[in-house]
């Protein structure tokens, strides 16, 4: 999510897929609003890893603020 110049996204660690979850994932019938943890399957869509490896990440201005 985007609050001011703060991006909220979460990134899988296996293959570095990044989710934003205003835009969702159309391309993997994925809608807006939708966590990780509601992905069809429980698995990244992408590489099909499970989505308890994905992380948090929070970019200020471009910069790594937070990741966890």
Sequence with gaps: KKY???IM???CRY???IY??????PAFGIE???L???FPLQKCPYCNSPVNIFYFVMIDKGI???NF
């Excluded at 934003?20 to 994932?25: E, I, K, P, R, T």
């Design 4 to 6: 001011n110049s703060i």
């Design 32 to 34: 807006p609003g939708t």
């Design 36 to 38: 990780p943890k509601d």
């Design 64 to 66: 790594l603020i937070f």
């Design 9 to 11: 996204m979460c990134e």
């Design 20 to 25: 934003l979850s205003d835009v969702g994932a």
């Design 15 to 17: 293959c570095s897929y």
